[in-house]
């Protein structure tokens, strides 16, 4: 409603009625004015009211939602189902167009502008939870591992002699097979053991440069955000060597932007060294249905070039998703999540260290990893292997999801390469563990109902009552996903 539909609507009721209908109005446009010429999160968030008037605003500036519109193309944005068109506020073209993921649709300029926005909202929620040199990124309806492989597809255009990416292991399949699927073959390091730690095997890393030579590597492939007794690879030593070789650097920081440690290596990475390009996912970091990610990088127009090479256009689902819960939430609210996530994440390691005390086992010492725990299993692997696995499994049924135990001596083939110890990060690590995480949107009593089922798991083990069978490994993770428990 205009101006002139509030000066008509005084024929029929009060004008004083009227004009405060008219402010109240205006309240709304205000904040949906500051958005656009701001470009930036909201500090406090807002109503779902004045949300759902934005998107019914950008929804009818769509050919699809026009009045008069006679549309005779393949694509014209009709929906069969009402129920379907109202589950995606009739932003109904996606994003996008055949050449670049990132162009204006002449018959969507609703969803252009949707899509722009979410961007630009995005880049400043990157600067503000740490990469603040960032100066490009795009929302992609692809979960990690295929918004990786897009990254490693583009970068064989500038290294078309390359053949090799080079990986600090990491046993979570996605990752690897996102090399796999660009058409490279992934060079595998080992990670070293310091302390109860899994670093990063920088020695290792520089003698396979000199050895197969810096030419034929289209990147290194590094990660941040992974289960304990993993911790971030060492990402400013590995941006130096990149630097130095000129290799490219490509870091997957799937969950990485809930930590403020993970986001200060990219930071520190990018200042010291390279990194071309860092993607994260939506679900883990936003709270949002699966099926999305960021690429973001410090080269505007590598960035470019990566959203070009996506084919076709893409659905808007994701980007309408993580737009609306940070207009919802505001940079306040989502900086609050990201406080008590970091806060809560010292209660879990404190429950956990008291209950590993109580059953003759101890939280593992990884101070580098600022999300993901690790309890050791000893005791229960001198009963049996069997007992081990098991305890995934009862934590399944007792509706304990996210743990993860992760016995001895798997062995796991992921397309034609053999990983000794899966699930584990290294050939043989000294004992079996079980993994929990603090992760954004976690609560207290999340924290407080697992310790009192995992304290009865445990004593129930020791005495070695009747319990659930467990097929080999655990069903409480599936490692295949590198969701955060």
């Given amino acids: 409603m205009n101006s002139e539909i509030f000066s ?3 024929r029929l009721v009060s004008s004083s009625y009227v004009q405060q209908g008219l402010q109240a109005r205006r309240a709304h446009e205000q904040l949906i004015r500051l958005l656009l010429q701001q470009g930036k999160c909201p500090e406090e968030g807002w109503s779902e009211s004045t949300v759902e008037l934005f998107l019914n605003e950008l929804a009818v500036m769509d050919s699809n939602n026009f009045l008069g519109n006679c ?3 393949e694509r014209e944005g ?3 189902s009402g129920l379907v068109a109202r589950r995606h506020y009739r932003l109904i073209h996606g994003i996008g167009r055949s050449g670049d993921i990132a162009a204006v649709q002449p018959k969507a300029a609703g969803s252009s502008l949707l899509n722009k926005i979410t961007n630009s909202v995005m880049l400043d929620v990157l600067r503000f939870t740490g990469v603040r040199s960032v100066s490009s990124c795009f929302v992609v309806p692809m979960a990690t591992g295929m918004s990786l492989t897009l990254c490693f597809l583009t970068l064989r255009h500038r ?3 390359a053949r090799f990416i080079l990986w600090p292991r990491i046993d979570q399949k996605s990752c690897f097979k996102s090399m796999l699927t660009a058409g490279f073959e992934p060079v595998v390091i080992e990670n070293v053991l310091e302390g109860d730690e899994l670093r990063t095997n920088l020695e290792e890393v520089e003698r396979k440069i000199e050895e197969l030579g810096a030419e034929n ?9 992974c289960f304990a007794p993993r911790v971030p690879d060492r990402l400013e030593e590995l941006a130096v060597l990149c630097a130095k070789h000129d290799i490219p650097h490509i870091v997957n920081n799937a969950y990485g932007m809930q930590s403020s440690k993970c986001m200060h290596l990219i930071q520190q990475g990018a200042r010291v060294g390279r990194i071309d390009a860092f993607v994260q996912s939506l679900d883990k970091n936003f709270m949002v249905p699966v099926g999305g990610a960021i690429i973001a990088g410090f080269d505007e127009n590598f960035i470019k070039e990566i959203s070009k090479m996506y084919p076709g256009r893409a659905s808007a689902s994701p980007s309408l998703d993580v737009l609306i819960t940070l207009l919802t939430l505001g940079a306040n609210g989502y900086k609050k999540l990201l406080a008590e996530r970091k806060e809560l994440y010292g209660h879990l390691a404190q429950e956990l260290s008291a209950l590993a005390e109580r059953h ?4 593992l010492h990884t101070p580098h990893n600022p999300i993901s725990l690790a309890m050791s299993l000893n005791r229960l692997q001198t009963h049996s292997t069997a ?9 399944f049924t007792r509706q304990v999801s996210g743990a993860r135990v992760v016995p001895l001596g798997v062995e796991q083939t992921v397309s034609g390469h053999t990983f000794r110890g899966f699930m584990s990060h ?3 690590y000294p004992c079996p563990y079980l993994n929990a995480a603090s992760a954004i949107g976690i609560t207290r009593d999340d924290i407080t109902l697992c310790i009192k089922r995992l304290d009865k798991c445990l004593k129930s083990l020791s005495k070695e009552a009747p319990a659930e069978k467990s097929e080999s490994g655990s069903p409480a993770e599936d490692v295949d996903d590198q969701t955060v428990p």
């Fill in 8 to 10: 008509l609507s005084e």
């Fill in 159 to 161: 290294r078309p002699g």
């Fill in 426 to 428: 290294a050939d043989a």
């Fill in 360 to 363: 003759g086992e101890r939280l």
């Fill in 78 to 80: 009709r929906v069969a």
């Fill in 217 to 225: 590597f289209l990147c290194i492939h590094s990660t941040t955000s």
């Fill in 387 to 395: 007992a081990v696995t098991q305890l995934g499994s009862m934590l």
């Fill in 71 to 73: 549309g005779v193309g």
